[in-house]
């Protein structure tokens, strides 16, 4: 069974005062292996077998077993925090899963600001923003996902 | 060790779905399930398989420094909520079975599969913590025919509160019910 590959994006935290709608984040992709499927039910306890058994996925019209709602939420979210950083924190993602994501699979795609805004007070610090984003995978278009994301402020201050 | 029988009630889960008509199962629009309270609280381990699983190199879940300065805490991924409230496969004891509403509703399809997903964080959660869960049914549509086959969209919101029950995360999901037979 093969290991993961390294992450395919790098972390370069603080690019708030960049975005702009109409902004690209960089890519950011993950190519699935046979152990990131098994991983599912030991990551997120969902033992639903399309997850771990590729007789059963097949079973259902499936060509493998699959990645669960949960990870494909993951990947969406690493979209914009991959870029902006720790304090990227996203509060709302609406997901349609168009296409099953398999062992063997790299499945890659760009968020595009589509809204931003800033407190008009401390416009570096509050900063809200509404991104597109659509991930493929050799046989096209695998999900499609709206996310907002806001730059995080603990309540103490920091 | 306090060894129960197991409940008489029937437990639905996602590989074992009630079954029944379109008209039964209309009647289950409106339901709640009972509430579920995590067999665990969030662990450290599950933030860092988790992260490991999608390759998620963000700091906030590999530093506990850096979780601290920005969150006040050993924060979780938000797409991880869910998978801290689901059940263990086996325990020794029946005294909280979860069976969510989503699974009780019969319909003749014997398989499913998630098709969208809708979530709102209201607030982050956090290494320590012991979510709870339930669903209720939003809606089931009629019929339809997609390439996996026939079967009926579920859609249910499900809730994750803290030991508060103030709520972390809403999150209506759309599910498609299909396939006659069992798929094994």
Known sequence: MSHPTPATSQVTAGRWDELA?????PEV??????LTVILVPVATWDLFPGHHSPAYAQAQGQQDMYLNTIALQGIADRSVT?????????IRRKLAMLDSVYPGDRIAGSALVVALRRDATDNTRHVEADVVLEMSTGRGTALRAELTVRRYTHPTGH | MNITERAAEPVYTSDRPAIGTYEQ????IGRTSTRYVAEVAVS???????CAMIQDPNPAYWDREVANRVFGGPVAPPALVQGTVLPLPWKPTADQPQSLA???????GRTLINVSTEAVHHRPFFVGETLSCYDEVVEISPERTTRLGTGHFITTVFHCVDEAEEPIASITNVMFRFGAETAR
Not at chain 2, 25 to 28: E, G, I, K, V
Not at chain 2, 102 to 108: E, G, M, N, T, Y
């Open chain 2, 44 to 50: 450290e381990g599950s933030v860092k398989m988790f």
């Open chain 1, 21 to 25: 709608e109409g902004s690209v984040l």
């Open chain 2, 25 to 28: 199962a209309l009647a289950h």
């Open chain 2, 102 to 108: 989503v699974f009780a509703i019969p319909l003749p």
């Open chain 1, 29 to 34: 992709a993950l190519t699935v292996t046979d």
């Open chain 1, 82 to 90: 991959d870029h902006l950083g720790a304090d990227a924190w996203v």
